[in-house]
């Protein structure tokens, strides 16, 4: 569970630095991109709180 959490972390942080490189040459973010980017915080915190919760 941890390993998936740090893919999952690592997977974040690579598309939001896709997303500020996106800023940085003036182009606008996509409205799906917002969605993504709730979609992997939503997993992250469902995982989580599923591993605190397993370990008791």
Do not use: C, E, Q, T
């Not at 998936?4 to 942080?13: E, H, Q, S």
């Amino acid at each position: 569970m941890l390993y998936f959490l740090i893919a999952v972390a690592v997977l974040l942080l690579v598309y939001a630095g896709v997303l500020v490189s996106y800023v940085r040459k003036g182009r606008k973010i996509p409205p799906a991109a917002y969605l993504v980017l709730a979609a992997l915080n939503g997993l992250i915190l469902a995982a989580v709180l599923a591993w605190a919760i397993a370990r008791g």
